[in-house]
């Protein structure tokens, strides 16, 4: 009898850990530890990605207790090599050491480099200006040519914490110039809790993190409310369009195909 309780619990827990670990993912390099690292990681293992940690000091108790946390098989080793190990390498250092970091991860050819950085500093008028003339995202391709990079505005940590708790889904801007690395990365963000939008190539990073910049605005002014970007959907211009407008995009026959949004759009008006 003992023996087939132990065959069933043994069933049982494999069923739980295939439910919890359904579809197997990517192996993911998290290069940084810190407030978007020890969020990131243990919401992708619980969605079927293996998550190596890339941290200066691997054996730090904060990174093994988030080691602990991530579950899934989860390691910490050097940025280097984790970088090295995985499929997928995401960049969550501060930018004043994003140059040393990058630089240094080794050899990236056809790995996925997610930037997430914004390349800010506060200017003599206290609001912030950008630290770059390009991006951060077109200079870590710089830094990095054989890697597919893509330019991914993430929320803050406490709204990947918890997608829902301002009532609905924040929009995550996703540019890049390889198709497949942005298809990729915007089922990454979905799986995070967020909403994709295509933003075009990765020149338009520098856009997104424009962008990013207006988000403070409120944060410095000190005010009680901020907000977060939750793109409504519109099939306006799709519904109207006139093709000789504007000359269609050179991708316009090969675009990226994303998760289905939260609210679809509604039907064109009949005439």
Not at 146 to 168: C, F, H, Q, T
Request: some cysteine; overall charge negative.
């Amino acid at each position: 009898m003992l023996k087939y309780a132990a065959i069933l619990s043994l069933v049982l827990l494999s069923a739980i850990s295939a439910q919890l670990y359904a579809t197997e993912r990517e192996t993911v390099a998290i290069i940084g530890t810190g407030d978007m690292g020890d969020s990131i990681g243990p919401k992708l293992a619980k969605m079927g990605y293996r998550i190596i940690y890339g941290s200066r000091d691997p054996s730090d108790a904060s990174v093994r207790q988030l080691v602990a946390l991530t579950g899934n098989n989860a390691q910490a080793t050097t940025q280097q090599e984790a970088a090295q190990q995985a499929e997928i390498v995401v960049l969550v250092v501060p930018w004043p050491a994003m140059e040393q970091v990058a630089k240094n991860l080794g050899k990236l050819d056809g790995k996925i480099l997610i930037d997430v950085s914004i390349p800010i500093r506060q200017a003599e008028d206290g609001y912030l200006e950008s630290m770059v003339s390009t991006s951060s995202a077109q200079l870590i391709q710089d830094w990095n040519p054989g890697a597919r990079v893509v330019k991914a505005l993430l929320a803050g940590s406490n709204v990947i914490d918890d997608p829902m708790a301002l009532g609905g889904r924040v929009t995550s801007f996703v540019a890049a110039d390889d198709r497949n690395a942005k298809e990729i990365v915007a089922r990454i963000v979905s799986d995070l809790g967020l909403e994709p939008l295509d933003a075009g190539p990765l020149r338009h990073a520098q856009e997104i993190e424009a962008w990013a910049r207006l988000w403070f605005v409120p944060v410095l002014q000190k005010r009680k409310q901020g907000f977060e970007l939750a793109v409504l959907p519109s099939n306006y211009w799709h519904c109207i369009w006139q093709d000789e407008w504007y000359a269609p995009v050179s991708d316009s026959e090969n675009l990226a195909v994303f998760p289905d949004p939260e609210v679809p759009s509604k039907p064109c008006p009949s005439k």
